[in-house]
């Protein structure tokens, strides 16, 4: 690379208001085509609500899982059923009668 090209590359980097927009794509869950990873894709990751509901009924068949287990899966005593009521009644009084 010459001299005057690294120049010219150490000004564009240097410039404050300077944009760099990546692209990225990625391949559509249910049929692999190419998605760009926008917020106007409106069904990212997929590539159309048709592949979204491809892919929506295989979990509903439960065809998909989640390979991990539950993590520190603990038994609920009574007790402990009604201390978190409690504590959800307490946080969300729109399910608490009014008096």
Request: hydrophobic share 35%; proline share 5%.
């Amino acid at each position: 690379m010459s001299i005057e090209r690294m120049k010219h590359l150490a000004l564009f980097y240097n410039q404050p208001n300077r944009k760099i927009i990546m692209t990225l794509k990625v391949s559509c869950p249910n049929c692999t085509k190419t998605v760009i990873w926008k917020t106007t894709s409106e069904f990212r990751p997929f590539c159309s609500k048709r592949c979204q509901l491809i892919d929506l009924g295989e979990w509903a068949e439960e065809n998909h899982k989640i390979s991990q287990p539950v993590q520190g899966a603990t038994a609920l005593t009574e007790e402990m059923l009604d201390a978190m009521e409690d504590e959800f009644l307490m946080n969300n009084s729109f399910f608490v009668e009014p008096e």
